[in-house]
Structure formats: structure tokens, C-alpha cells
């Protein structure tokens, strides 16, 4: 065989390992969106529990929950009849959905609890904040 065959063999075999390599890393950048920049997110909101008490008719916690910030947020109340419970201790939650907040205004919302036993003092608390997702302004239409 000549020079020049086995070059061209040798280039062949190259080019078939290159593609072996760098075909699957190219599809997995393609597949997981190929670094395109996240959009900007609002600070985290300032979000208390203003008010814990029990519904008299009831007999349902409810607790006042008031946020300041901006974006609309899902909120986590937990309820507990102690402020630290102990090891192992399981607590009721409750989600509430803080729509559309606005720089500067506070809004409040209220969670509705268990029902709560006689005698026995609530704790009400803010268990975790997380963004809510906004819609899309070409999100789906319904045809009538």
C-alpha cells in the first residue's frame, strides 16, 4: 500500500473517533438547552406572620400572613403547639398563594390550619417561601 491509502485511512479513522467523542457531548449540551441565560429574579420577599389565632366555629388555626417584596410567591405555614418543638416532632402546613406582590405595599393573605385541640395554645410560622412561576402571555387559549 502506499503512503498516501494509509494517510487516507488514518484520516478516516480520526475523524470517526472525534465524532465518537465529541457527538454525545454536543447532544447533551443541545438536549439540556445549550447555556441559555436564566432570567433575572426579583429579590426574595419579606414575609411574616402577623396573626395566629383560632376560629371560634371552627376550631381552625388561622394565620394572617403578610408580605412586602416583589413577584408572586407560594408561602409555607407550619403550625405547632410549641415555637421549638422537639426531636422528631411533626407539624401541620398549610400553602398560601401571595399573588402579584408590588414594591413598597405590603399584602396579606391567610392560611387555614388543623383544627386545633381545646386548652392548647397555636404557634404559627413561616415554614419556607418559594417563587411562583408566572404565566406566559401566550399561555393557553380557550377556543368558545
Do not use: H
Not at 420577599?45 to 395566629?52: I, K, N, S
Not at 413577584?71 to 409555607?76: A, K, N, P, R
Not at 403547639?81 to 400553602?95: F, I, S
Not at 418559594?130 to 406566559?136: D, H, I, L, M, V
Request: aromatic share 6%.
Amino acid at each position: 500500500m502506499s503512503a498516501r491509502k494509509w494517510q487516507g485511512w488514518l484520516v478516516g479513522l480520526m475523524v470517526l473517533a472525534g465524532l465518537m467523542v465529541f457527538a454525545p457531548l454536543g447532544l447533551y449540551v443541545w438536549a439540556g438547552g445549550g447555556g441559555e441565560a436564566a432570567a433575572p429574579q426579583p429579590p426574595p420577599p419579606e414575609v411574616r406572620v402577623t396573626a395566629c389565632r383560632i376560629d371560634p366555629v371552627s376550631r381552625r388555626v388561622l394565620a394572617t400572613v403578610e408580605a412586602r417584596g416583589q413577584g408572586s410567591y407560594v408561602v409555607t405555614v407550619e403550625f405547632r403547639d410549641e415555637e421549638r418543638p422537639g426531636p422528631g416532632a411533626r407539624a401541620a402546613q398549610a400553602l398560601v398563594r401571595v399573588p402579584g406582590l408590588t414594591p413598597g405595599i405590603a399584602e396579606r393573605a391567610e392560611a387555614v390550619g388543623p383544627v386545633w385541640p381545646p386548652n392548647t395554645t397555636p404557634w404559627c410560622g413561616v415554614a419556607d417561601v418559594g417563587a411562583q412561576a408566572t404565566p406566559s402571555p401566550t399561555g393557553p387559549s380557550s377556543s368558545g
